[in-house]
């Protein structure tokens, strides 16, 4: 197959840390108040500014709390986790690899006494209709590693007594998220914003607040999972207060994104452009033999972390052992050639591929990925066949 010509303009398709949103340099970073304490009142009010802008562009409700955490996506889960189940049962719903991580936290680690689990293999979503609307229910909007999202929020119970909690990570700014069913919400800056990694957002609803102050969990908390101060909750850190020392450059470059997001559209325009990328890729699957969506069924599929699998025959006859590292020889060919880096497969999901299709990326970057992916396949299959032959 003839090597294509045309490469994308911005090869970086990894699924976290993710893409800059178009036309970024450094120069976005020149108004970040550095060598200053965060708790200085134009430094907590930049901080501040991050919260009232997510709060905006993503119509979360006024009476929700809004916070920046330490620790990314992962800190903002981990510390809603430990702070507040156990004061019911608990459902968690696991499909991939960071909702399995929650399902062995809840399970291995807090040692939870009344714990349900709903799994499902790579590909597949676990069985939403099961969710107990008296208890809690624990789960991901979109499966990073398995390119398989919640389709919606309709199995949600409007009525529940239970709290949901929902790492959104890949999702926020992609989708529109029924926020009156979501009870914790958490994200990071690193993913369809495209900003840097270790902080993370954490959203409460009115029930959340008050489970937080009406239940206290039978285990030692360490100081960054602390949100409450003598039964109450901290307001402080909902109004840019962090536990921690953020990064002011990191803070500056979330404003920035955030100042993007708005300038094509809104939330409305994220949503549109992830769509955009994601269809360039649906077209391409579509008309290729030898390639799928890992998620079985469209419907569950995800637009931002989308992972595909190879359905060649040749590759299907491989050992296992053998199909990691002609994916690992695949992706080196086409990151050698500048067309496309970091998008192998995550480590514990089947050998296959995984590209980043979210708001930050280009449509026609995607357009011109497609050639190259298709003929990196191709090169990779000659270069294997040819070295079982000699």
Known sequence: ???????????NFSSGPCAKRPGWSLDALKGAMLGRSHRAGPLKAKLKEVIDLHKELLGIPSDYRVGIVPASDTGAFEMALWSMLGARGVDVFAWEAFSNDWLKDVTGQLKLPDVRTFEAPYGGIADLSQADPKRDAVFVWNGTTSGVRVPDGA??????EGLSFC???????????PWDKLDVVTWSWQKV??????????????????????YKPDRPLPKIFRMTA????????FEGATINTPSM????????????????GGLQGTIQRTADNFAAFEAFVKKTDWIEFLAEKPEI?????????ITDAWFAGLADADKEPFIKAMVKILEKEGA???????????????????????KADVAALVPWIEWAFAKAKEDAQAQKAA
């Open 155 to 160: 199995w949600i119970n409007a009525e529940r």
């Open 249 to 264: 450059l990191a803070v500056e470059d979330c404003l920035d994104a955030l100042r993007w997001v708005k300038s094509v």
């Open 1 to 11: 197959m003839e090597k294509p010509q045309s490469k994308p303009n911005n090869p």
């Open 340 to 362: 496309a880096y970091d998008i192998a497969g995550y480590r514990d999901a089947p050998a296959g591929l995984r590209i980043w299709c979210g708001a930050t990326v280009e």
């Open 167 to 177: 790492d959104a990570t890949s999702a926020v700014f992609a989708y529109d998220l």
């Open 301 to 309: 599929c995800s637009k931002t972390s989308v992972c595909l699998k």
């Open 230 to 237: 003598k039964g109450k909750l901290n307001e402080a850190l």
């Open 193 to 214: 914003l495209g900003g840097e990694a270790a902080h993370g957002m954490l959203v409460l609803s009115p029930r959340a607040v008050a489970r937080l102050e009406s």
